[in-house]
């Protein structure tokens, strides 16, 4: 009998591939449907003004434009302001004021996509704004005589809101006996997800069955769907939300935007299919942002180096509407976990919310909502804590490592860790980039006043929200589902409640189901992205997908298997007790010459099922799990600085990820590829950045840069394998470490480069321009 190769961990070809590489994938602007109307959006060029008139007819005397919406015909509709994520709400069209600049003012509705355009410039042209004063700076938006943004509000502050988590007084105390403190102010810049296919959607009305099919490049369409029904007032079962290919999302596309809203109302009014796709200026000025995190972070310690006490304090700059895409429970996402990977007896953690004239957002950008932030603040200030011990970075972090045997570990701020072993996982990307050997050769270029750093981050991710009883967007729980449906020819349909966008679940989720039923991973199709198919789930984020959805579908393939036994038995004419599941084949227990495959099983579950056993081969499975999945990594990257120009070269990145069990390290590592080209963009290239008017100084990509291959350096990769104990097959998710984690390793390398000039901070991102300059202050030539 042969035995069924495994396939889980095996680096099986990416089934969506040939797709994508033939130019054949399916993204959103490739749909044309039959009577399709477009739609442009007239956006504001002030960063806050009163709107005084939006003369429609401007537009309407474009030949081709049919229809112009604006925030008054919504707001007769009751339309005009829309409820956010984060619980505020965000107007949808402008009434009365707009708070920043590119805010949506009007919609134009035309027969072509040019003749929208013309229809949305004429009528730019005319619409009437009285300034108002714009204030950009968070910290003068909380100052007393700050202009008020937000008049819509009972309150008449700039201040959204506070949160905090920890114990204030045994931190305190900690700080007040500790021999050491350091603290340092560290700024995580507003930056943006930037996916290459911008956001879109098409709204199709269908008077005659009053079905919305909406097609939308979305990471979440059971949310987006259900949100649709509520803010509109459609019945949910006659909304059908289909997610074709998606060109990349990384967070961007998780919120609902006002063009969604604007494209539905005019196919409802309309009776015809509206497109709306936004171009790169408007997604960088007016989809949503991610980060712009001001914070202060110190750590209480011995004079040895032991940590003895964490304490942050952080303003978050949130736009102009609070629409943060995190838990309900949480408005400053997971952020708590930036005790990071340390052992802390003791933290405290407190977040302010503003309001500021800039774009709305504050989504998980390739994150699990904030922990980018908080893992580059507490590897940023670990580093810091070492220059001022005089301890080597490494030294300093294997001390103070949560040691594998305190797992699972309670964190001072409410986490439990599910697993880890953080010095193996050090130790090897020490070993793989020559750590100590390194740390001679900067010494000897030192001597010879060449500048050589050597940065470290040792992160813990936490990723696969729920579990439900804590977790929810929007009030809907955060499980995630699967089901499988098993064809008489053994062949198997996949569906999940998540959505990818090129992570590659139309291959690893097959794999898991393969591995599950010992059939080839060709015969298992995945399909994701269309609500009238799929089971409900909340979508693809913040590496949600394999520890909730893949979970579930684990489960849904063991209980199809539970059902195949039944079948098996009864073709073996065995008992069920009998019948074991090995090497891919069910079989008498004792006599592995009588068994079955699971094809010979599917066949008979449509041709021949038991008496007493339903005809068929299908499982459901909804997955809320017990607990979210805690990955970490070891990040080791080498800097040399060119000191006439500022420029700064990564000379060697060593990125050793822990994602617990690996279902495919090929695309394991094309993840970690592609999040450490984004944090090297981050590090060094990335920023949006508002001048005191409020104008987008960053809203195209020859001012907000995307690294290409000619910038990105080579990533070297490596894992260790701590499987979490509560996921099914042990899997953790991964799509962000490598965003998370490696922006701090670039900062403390750049850092480690000066530290003897006494320099122990530099805010992202480090262009040579500031490298240049703090050159120059230290006499550097
Ligand atoms: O939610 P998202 O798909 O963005 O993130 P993820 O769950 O971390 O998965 C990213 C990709 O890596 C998926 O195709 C996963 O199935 C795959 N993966 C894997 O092969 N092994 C793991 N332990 C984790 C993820």
Request: with cysteine; proline share 7%.
């Amino acid at each position: 009998m042969a035995v069924a190769e495994r396939v889980l961990g095996q680096p099986v070809k990416r089934k969506e591939d040939p797709r994508f590489i033939q130019g054949a994938g399916r993204y959103l602007d490739d749909i044309v449907l039959p009577r399709m109307l477009y739609m442009a959006i007239v956006r504001s060029p002030y960063a806050h003004a009163r709107v005084k008139a939006v003369p429609k007819e401007a537009a309407l005397s474009v030949p081709g434009v049919v229809a112009v919406i604006t925030g008054e015909d919504l707001e007769k509709a009751g339309l005009a302001w829309m409820p956010t994520l984060a619980g505020d709400k965000q107007m949808v069209l402008a009434v009365g004021k707009v708070l920043f600049q590119g805010q949506e003012v009007a919609a134009v509705v035309a027969e072509t996509r040019e003749a929208a355009f013309d229809g949305a410039h004429a009528l730019a042209q005319v619409v009437e704004y009285e300034p108002l004063p714009v204030v950009v700076d968070p910290f003068k938006a909380l100052e007393p005589d700050a202009p008020i943004l937000r008049e819509d509000r009972e309150q008449k502050t700039n201040h959204i809101w506070h949160w905090e988590v920890g114990d204030r007084d045994r931190t305190e105390r900690a700080f007040a006996e500790a021999e050491v403190v350091v603290r340092q102010e560290v700024y995580y810049p507003r930056v943006h997800p930037a996916p290459l296919e911008p956001c879109g959607c098409i709204a199709d009305y269908n008077k005659a069955t009053e079905r919305l099919t909406f097609y939308v490049t979305s990471q979440a369409p059971h949310a987006h769907r259900t949100l649709l029904a509520l803010v509109s007032g459609l019945p949910e079962h006659k909304i059908r939300v289909i997610s074709p290919d998606v060109g990349g999302g990384f967070g961007n596309k998780v919120p609902v935007y006002s063009g969604y809203v604007c494209a539905v109302v005019a196919s409802l009014q309309l009776g015809r299919p509206v497109k709306w796709v936004e171009t790169r200026t408007e997604n960088l000025q007016s989809t949503h942002f991610a980060r712009d995190f001001h914070m202060t972070c110190e750590i209480a310690a011995d004079r040895d180096g032991r940590v003895k006490a964490l304490r942050v304090k952080t303003i978050a700059d949130h736009g102009a509407f609070d629409a943060a895409a995190n838990p309900s429970k949480f408005p400053a996402g997971l952020f708590s976990i930036v005790t990071g990977s340390y052992d802390f007896p003791t933290a405290f953690v407190e977040v302010d919310a503003v309001y500021t004239n800039t774009a709305p957002g504050g989504v998980a950008y390739r994150c699990s909502f904030r922990v980018t932030e908080a893992s580059y603040l507490i590897e940023r200030t670990m580093d810091v804590l070492a220059d001022e011990l005089g301890m080597d970075p490494v030294e300093l972090r294997l001390k103070n490592f949560i040691p594998p045997e305190k797992f699972p570990y309670p964190s001072p701020l409410g986490w439990t860790y599910d697993s880890g072993n953080y010095a193996e996982t050090l130790k090897k990307a020490m070993d793989i980039i020559g750590y100590w050997d390194l740390r001679k050769e900067q010494e000897e270029k030192r001597k010879r006043g060449e500048l050589m750093g050597i940065g470290v981050s040792t992160f813990t991710e936490i990723v696969g929200a729920g579990p439900a009883h804590t977790f929810d967007i929007a009030g809907i729980k955060m499980f995630d589902s699967c089901e499988i449906r098993v064809h008489p020819t053994g062949k198997v349909l996949v569906r999940t409640g998540v959505r990818h966008q090129g992570q590659g679940h139309e291959t690893t989720f097959a794999q898991i189901v393969a591995d599950e039923l010992g059939i080839p991973v060709d015969d298992v199709l995945v399909e994701e992205g269309d609500t009238d198919t799929a089971p409900y789930g909340l979508g693809t984020y913040a590496s949600r997908s394999t520890p909730t959805a893949g979970a579930a579908t684990a489960m849904a393939a063991r209980r199809v298997r539970d059902k195949a036994r039944k079948i098996a038995a009864h073709l073996l004419e065995a008992s069920e007790e009998d019948v074991v599941w090995e090497n891919g084949r069910f079989h008498v227990a004792g006599a592995p010459g009588r068994s079955v495959s699971f094809q010979e099983v599917a066949f008979a579950a449509y041709t021949n099922p038991p008496e007493g056993v339903e005809p068929g081969l299908e499982a459901v499975y909804y997955y809320n799990p017990p607990n979210l999945t805690f990955p970490n990594g070891a990040y080791i990257c080498v800097v040399d600085i060119d000191k006439g120009t500022g420029q700064v070269k990564v000379r060697r990145f060593v990125a050793v990820d822990d994602c617990g069990t690996v279902i495919n390290p090929m695309v394991v590592e094309g993840q970690v590829h592609g999040g450490l080209t984004e944090g090297f963009g981050i590090a060094f290239m990335q920023e949006i950045v508002y001048d005191e008017n409020g104008n987008n100084l960053s809203s195209d990509f020859s001012t907000y840069l995307l690294p290409t291959a000619m910038e990105t350096p080579k990533w070297e990769t490596d894992r260790t394998v701590t499987p979490s104990p509560h996921h099914p097959i042990g899997a953790k998710g991964v799509g962000e470490s490598p965003n998370v984690g490696s922006p701090a390793a670039f900062v403390n390398a750049v850092v480690d480069a000066l530290s003897h000039l006494g320099v122990r901070h530099i805010d992202m991102p480090i262009t040579p321009w500031k490298i240049w300059k703090i050159l120059r202050e230290h006499g550097i030539e």
